[in-house]
């Protein structure tokens, strides 16, 4: 009985760190993906990364990394050195996005705030008529 134990206990080892090599890589590719989509949530420091065109989502928690598309879920613990590893990336990431966001912003900056203050002044004024 001990032995199939053992045996059994190893064999689930090998599965999830299989899961673990296999989830870790999926993280990387998605979070390299130019057509991902990120968000922090601030509170519970949950990071989601959703792909509309692969049809996956992912969910990077505490200690452990869920994915999940229209035909299946899976949640796979990771160690936490690999979890800070991902979670490094994800934030690489997100900061160079919001650079890139910052920059849009201000090159469309051709209006001084007296000029932006005019213009909501007469599209509320033409919205009362």
Request: contains cysteine.
């Amino acid at each position: 009985m001990k032995i199939w134990i053992k045996k059994q206990s190893q064999i689930n080892q090998r599965e999830n760190y299989e899961n673990e090599k296999i989830v870790l890589t999926i993280c990387r590719k998605l979070i390299n993906h130019p057509t991902s989509k990120f968000l922090i949530a601030p509170l519970s420091g949950k990071r989601y990364i959703k792909n509309t065109d692969l049809e996956l989502f992912i969910i990077i928690d505490y200690n452990k990394i869920s994915v999940t598309n229209h035909v299946y879920h899976y949640d796979v613990f990771v160690k936490q050195e690999d979890l800070t590893r991902v979670t490094r990336m994800y934030d690489n990431r997100t900061e160079r996005d919001r650079e890139v966001y910052e920059t849009e912003i201000r090159s469309q900056i051709v209006y001084s705030l007296s000029n932006v203050l005019n213009k909501i002044n007469k599209d509320s004024s033409s919205d009362t008529q």
